[in-house]
């Protein structure tokens, strides 16, 4: 909520200062996850992911190149990891990112194609442990419980691809893995390498020229 609070005053204040010589466009996508980066796919599947943009497009660039803000949100469900000798149940996953976002647009009569970045702050909360078991000799060793991940940040890059008709669009994004570092049970630090490929459908709303 804090989050669209902040992206509704950024938006109210461009539209404000600009509305005469700038567009300003509201983009809100919704679709389906898939986990990238190789512990990271071991330890979720595929889930749920959102999208939000504020941008603002100069008449002087024709309206084709924007810039703005963007909110990314990803919850993939959890899965097993592990082998014949050990092997770890995870819950859902959480990764997001907030950053800058610069976007081209072609120019075409109906379906119109455009190609965009946004880099910032990617955020992952790394689903919890809720059993764990264990091959010892001929024993097998199991514990029920969960040992909660921190969130951790890095820097991210999402490059993304789409087209837009009217007041929809239609895009792919790919939250490039980044290495985070968690905390492990034991208080060791191991890097997680994580990012999403995210096939979003969403509306946008514009204002202005």
Do not use: C
Not at 22 to 51: C, M, N, T
Not at 171 to 193: C, F, H, R
């Amino acid at each position: 909520m804090k989050v669209l609070k902040v992206l509704a005053a950024a938006a109210i204040a461009l539209f404000v200062g600009n509305a005469a010589n700038a567009q300003i466009r509201f983009d809100a996508q919704v679709g389906w996850s898939a986990p990238q980066g190789e512990h990271f796919k071991d330890a979720a599947k595929a889930g749920l992911g959102y999208s939000l943009d504020v941008m603002y497009a100069p008449s002087f660039l024709n309206g084709q190149l924007s810039f703005g803000i963007a909110k990314d949100g990803n919850i993939l469900f959890g899965a097993k990891k592990g082998d014949e000798n050990f092997e770890l149940d995870y819950s859902a996953s959480k990764l997001g990112l907030i950053g800058g976002k610069v976007r081209f647009d072609l120019k075409a009569p109906i379906v119109k194609p455009y190609a965009g970045v946004t880099f910032g702050a990617g955020r992952l909360k790394l689903g919890e442990v809720k059993t764990a078991s264990a091959q010892l000799g001929g024993m097998t060793i199991g514990l029920d419980g969960s040992f909660q991940y921190d969130p951790v940040t890095a820097f991210v890059v999402k490059p993304e691809l789409g087209v837009a008709f009217g007041w929809f669009t239609l895009g792919v994004g790919w939250m490039l893995p980044a290495d985070y570092e968690v905390t492990q049970w034991d208080g060791s630090k191991e890097k997680i390498n994580a990012g999403t490929t995210q096939f979003n459908i969403g509306v946008a709303f514009k204002f202005g020229d």
